[in-house]
C-alpha cells in the first residue's frame, strides 16, 4: 500500500516567533542573531534575502547588505517554548508524528481516509496551527519524506501543496538539484561542474554514472531525484535518547571527582550530539548511593548541544540532587526529546569565535579521539569516551570498564 507523508515547517521560525512578539517587526527587513560585532545570522526574514543575506553570514556583513534590517539578538528558550506548543497540537491531532527539527515534523497518514481525506485532514491541521499559535506554517503531502520535504519547500511561504501519487518525478524534473535535500554546496558545484542543473538531467542519467561521480552519496540523490524513498516516519516519543553511567570500583564522597566525571560525561554526550546534529531539550542526573537507592532529576531546557550551556545545568541538577553526605556508587547522564539541528539555535548568544572553537576541538576529537581535547575540570575523569557515533544506527559498545 502506498503511504501518505505530511511535511510541515514552519517559515522563517525564528523571525514569525519575533514578530508574533513585536507585530511592528511585520514586513520590515529582520535579522535575527548575535547582535554584537562578531555574531552570526541565526535566521533571516524574506524581505532581507533579495540583499543576499542568509543565515550562517557574519552579523557585520549581513548589517552592510541591509543596512535598513532590524536586528534582534534570539533567545533560544522562547523558541522552544512555541515549538513546544505546535509540538503539543500535532500530538493531539496525528497518530505518529516525527519532530525532525525545532520547526519541522513528519507525520504518517498513512490509512486515515483515502488521499483526498488526508489532504483535507492536513488542511485542517495547519489552519489550526496557524489560529492557536499565530506562526505561519507550511505544509507537503505526497508517498514519501523526501517529496513531501520539497513540496513544502515549494509551497512556502504559508502555503500548502499536495503531490498526487504517480506525479512525483513530474514535480521534482523542472527544479534546481540544490532542492533535494542531501545536495550541498559542495555537491551541487560537483554536479553544477558536470553540467547539470536540473532534478530532470539526474532523472535521465544511468546510475552507475551518478555513482562514479559521488558514489554511494551520488545514487541516493539519484534515487530522491526519482522521488524514491522508503524512510520511515520515526515516532517522537521512540527518537533515541543518548546516556551514559558510571560505577565507582570503590564507592566515593569526592564531589570534586564526582563533578570532574560528569563534566566529562556531558562533553563527550554533547561531542556525540553534534557529531550526529543533534540537540536535546531535557537533562536528566542520576546518583545510585552505596545504599542502592537511585535517585535522579530531570529539567526541560532550550534545545542545545553546546558544552558551555549543557555542563552548567548538569552541576546544577547534581547540586540539588546530592544532597545526603553519603557515597555515591554510581552517577548518570542522560540527554532526551533529541531532534535534528545544529550550532544555529545556540547563534544568538555566540560569537564566531565560540563556533570556530566548538568546530576546531570537534575536529581535532574526529582525527583523534574523544578524549584528545577536554575541558581541566574533566581530566580527572579516565575512562569516559571512545563512544562511537549513537546516530549512525549501529549499537552502542558495551566498554570493558563500565559496570551497569
Ligand atoms: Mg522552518
Redesign the pocket.
Known amino acids: 500500500m502506498n503511504k501518505t507523508i505530511l511535511h510541515l515547517?514552519?517559515?522563517?521560525?525564528y523571525v514569525s516567533v519575533e514578530r508574533l512578539i513585536q507585530p511592528a517587526l511585520k514586513h520590515r527587513p529582520l535579522l535575527v542573531g548575535g547582535t554584537s560585532d562578531r555574531g552570526v545570522v541565526a535566521a533571516c526574514s524574506y524581505e532581507t534575502r533579495g540583499f543576499g543575506v542568509h543565515s550562517g553570514m557574519p552579523m557585520r556583513m549581513a548589517k552592510q547588505l541591509c543596512p535598513e534590517a532590524v536586528v534582534i539578538r534570539g533567545n533560544a528558550g522562547t523558541y522552544s517554548k512555541h515549538s513546544d506548543v505546535v509540538t503539543e497540537i500535532i500530538k493531539e491531532q496525528v497518530p505518529v508524528f516525527e519532530k525532525s527539527?525545532?520547526?519541522?515534523f513528519y507525520a504518517d497518514l498513512t490509512g486515515m481516509d483515502r488521499f483526498f481525506g488526508s489532504y483535507k485532514y492536513a488542511t485542517e491541521l495547519r489552519k489550526k496551527i496557524i489560529k492557536e499559535t499565530g506562526l505561519p506554517i507550511?505544509f507537503g503531502l505526497s508517498v514519501n519524506k523526501v517529496v513531501s520535504k520539497v513540496a513544502t519547500n515549494e509551497a512556502?511561504p504559508n502555503n500548502q501543496i499536495k503531490i498526487d501519487f504517480g506525479y512525483e518525478k513530474p514535480f521534482l524534473a523542472p527544479l534546481s538539484i540544490k532542492k533535494i535535500p542531501m545536495v550541498g554546496d559542495k555537491t551541487y558545484q560537483t554536479l553544477r561542474n558536470l553540467g547539470i542543473r536540473q532534478v530532470k538531467t539526474v532523472q535521465e542519467m544511468p546510475k552507475d554514472v551518478i555513482h562514479q561521480v559521488l558514489g554511494a552519496n551520488g545514487v541516493l540523490i539519484w534515487k530522491r531525484a526519482q522521488g524514491i524513498d522508503n524512510t520511515p516516519v520515526v515516532p517522537f516519543n521512540e527518537r533515541k535518547s543518548i546516556s551514559t553511567e558510571r560505577t565507582f570500583d570503590k564507592d566515593t564522597i569526592d564531589v570534586v571527582k564526582l563533578k570532574g566525571i560528569l563534566t566529562a560525561m556531558t562533553e563527550n554526550l554533547a561531542y556525540q550530539l553534534r557529531r550526529g546534529e543533534k540537540l536535546t531539550a531535557c537533562i536528566t542526573v542520576k546518583i545510585r548511593y552505596s545504599d542502592f537507592n537511585t535517585y535522579s532529576k530531570q529539567k526541560r531546557i532550550a534545545y542545545t548541544s553546546a558544552d558551555h550551556i549543557l555542563i552548567p545545568k548538569v552541576m546544577e541538577l547534581f547540586q540539588s540532587l546530592y544532597n545526603k553526605r553519603m557515597l555515591v556508587r554510581l552517577v548518570g547522564v542522560r540527554f532526551s526529546h533529541l531532534v535534528s539541528g545544529n550550532y544555529q539555535i545556540n547563534l544568538f548568544e555566540d560569537t564566531e569565535e565560540t563556533l570556530n572553537l566548538y568546530q576546531a576541538m570537534d575536529k581535532v576529537r574526529q582525527r583523534f579521539g574523544d578524549r584528545a581535547v577536554l575541558r581541566a575540570s574533566a581530566m580527572g575523569a579516565k575512562t569516559i569516551g571512545r563512544m562511537q557515533n549513537p546516530f549512525n544506527g549501529q549499537p552502542p559498545v558495551v566498554l570493558a570498564h563500565r559496570k551497569q
Open positions: 515547517d514552519l517559515d522563517t521560525f527539527s525545532i520547526d519541522e507550511s512556502k
